[in-house]
């Protein structure tokens, strides 16, 4: 699995992760999106366009920088799930819970929606 990160201003990261997510390989990505957060990026973009599996540790992972932005006072946003990962996301619930955009500017759309309240 591969993480880049690219900074979006002060306060947005886009993740682009590459490779399954699972078990193995949840826990980095974990801490690379907590360290995200404690560099004080409080929106985090997930490109999961190139994960063709994710287990449930891929979803903890998801969960947790969900509830710790959210506390920080911001969101995360899937961008443009793989169908594989999007029916995983779809069948656990957790579509609901997250947003989920096709591409990049769709994304920075909705979070500088979501920051304008």
Do not use: W
């Not at 306060?11 to 907590?34: C, I, S």
């Not at 779809?90 to 920051?115: N, R, W």
Request: aromatic share 2%; hydrophobic share 45%.
């Amino acid at each position: 699995m591969s993480i880049d990160v690219t900074l979006y201003g002060k306060g947005v990261a886009l993740v682009t992760v590459a490779g399954e997510l699972d078990v193995e390989t949840a826990p980095e990505l974990r801490n690379r999106l907590a360290d995200q957060i404690r560099g004080g990026r409080r929106h985090l973009l997930l490109d999961l366009s190139a994960v063709p599996f994710m287990d449930s540790s891929g979803i903890n992972a998801l969960l947790k920088a969900h509830d710790e932005t959210g506390r920080a006072g911001g969101s995360v946003c899937l961008v443009s799930p793989a169908p594989v990962v999007r029916r995983v996301l779809d069948l656990t619930g957790v579509s609901l819970t997250i947003a989920s955009l096709d591409g990049v500017e769709a994304a920075l759309a909705h979070i500088g929606e979501g920051t304008a309240h």
